[in-house]
């Protein structure tokens, strides 16, 4: 059964986010057909229709009720006064060849814990900065070090303000588990920064990745996908924002051969397919190497095949800069003309006591490599 936002509008004048967080369910519910196979096919399509339509009826009715699910529009907001143009854009992302490895380049604090310059500066004059951040696994749990991890999503708020920064992106696990509350505290917590704050789903919020041959054992699930977008907007999306485009992508349904994940390969595919001379941040959770491109699959990677078909279009789009966490310590590829940027976290670096925690200050400049400084918070 297709389900599109033509059939929610039809059904009732309801905002465009709205229309998404009703068909991101509801489509969430049809990949789940397959524990239907016992019923009969004409008993299975009546009981599809009738969930959808009163799916359907119940998000409309929501919507006209006046359910809290900010549009995306354009704004002139922002320290510069630059227009925000947003493109299928998270509601509660709220505005206001040969491989190279190295640490990020960190400033005169980071120095001192024996960080080392590997980051060339960009040449010309900067475009953006931006804060990228990672791995704040929000939780109201006691284990080890967690009662800490609030104190320092604070530390990192108070320093990401001072440094006037013009958007912040947060590279997922925005929780430990996904749980509402995580989510809920998550998102009050966040209000604290001054700049717009961005970001996208990480294992720990909606699942582990698909791995062949061990597809029973991962913990990601259609309906923990659609559970996250109905709380937090899409998964995926693309914005731009005092002078640059973010690509914002949902790593961990990559090789999962859901349904989200075929509709974020046409989105990719087509936003790479437009000339496009705005400077580019592709933004994830997981970063797509470890070491070489060529690598085989591990936990800390995306899986090889959805990985060269990524890359590919990447390097097809002419993407210089790719960011990331997921690691919860720093990390600097480069290969075929991109540079994969993965910061430390916010929680727990590893390994424990030797990785600090902290964030990551990216200069986006006019022309050439984009700056990366890492700086590191202290308990």
């Not at 995306?72 to 190279?100: D, I, K, M």
Request: charge should be positive.
């Amino acid at each position: 059964m297709s389900i599109s936002c033509h059939d929610c509008r039809r059904a009732s004048k309801i905002s465009g986010e709205r229309q998404f967080a009703a068909t991101s369910w509801l489509q969430a519910s049809v990949d789940k057909k397959h524990s239907f196979h016992s019923v009969a096919p004409g008993v299975l399509s009546f009981t599809m229709k009738s969930v959808y339509c009163s799916a359907l009826l119940l998000f409309c009715g929501l919507g006209l009720a006046g359910l809290e699910m900010p549009v995306c529009e354009a704004r002139n907001v922002g320290p510069r006064g630059q227009a925000e143009v947003n493109r299928f854009c998270p509601p509660f992302n709220r505005p206001s060849g040969t491989c190279s490895s190295s640490h990020i380049q960190p400033n005169a604090e980071a120095e001192a814990l024996g960080y080392s310059h590997d980051v060339p500066a960009g040449r010309g004059v900067t475009v953006a900065r931006v804060a990228l951040v990672s791995d704040t696994h929000t939780t109201r749990g006691t284990n080890e070090d967690q009662p800490r991890y609030r104190a320092r999503l604070e530390k990192v708020i108070a320093a990401v303000n001072t440094a006037k920064v013009d958007l912040v992106l947060i590279a997922g696990d925005l929780t430990q588990d996904g749980k509402p509350e995580e989510i809920t505290d998550f998102k009050e917590q966040i209000k604290g920064f001054t700049a717009p704050v961005w970001f996208v789903p990480g294992n720990h919020d909606i699942g582990n990745k698909v791995v062949r041959g061990k597809e029973k054992d991962t913990t990601l699930s259609p309906f923990r996908v659609a559970r996250f977008e109905m709380r937090c907007g899409p998964s995926f999306f693309v914005r731009e924002r005092a002078g640059i485009r973010v690509i914002g992508l949902n790593s961990p349904i990559f090789g999962s051969g859901f349904r989200r994940e075929q509709q974020m390969w046409r989105f990719l595919e087509k936003e790479l397919a437009q000339t496009n001379n705005t400077p580019t941040l592709v933004f994830m959770h997981y970063p797509p190497f470890t070491k070489k491109p060529d690598e085989a699959s591990e936990y800390w990677n995306i899986e090889p095949e959805p990985r060269q078909r990524l890359l590919k279009l990447l390097h097809q789009g002419g993407i210089q800069t790719v960011l990331s966490g997921h690691l919860h310590h720093s990390l600097i590829n480069r290969n075929n003309g991109i540079l994969f940027v993965t910061t430390a976290p916010v929680s727990f670096g590893l390994p424990r006591g030797k990785q600090a925690q902290g964030w990551t200050l990216i200069t986006v400049p006019g022309q050439g490599e984009v700056q990366a400084e890492f700086r590191p918070i202290r308990d």
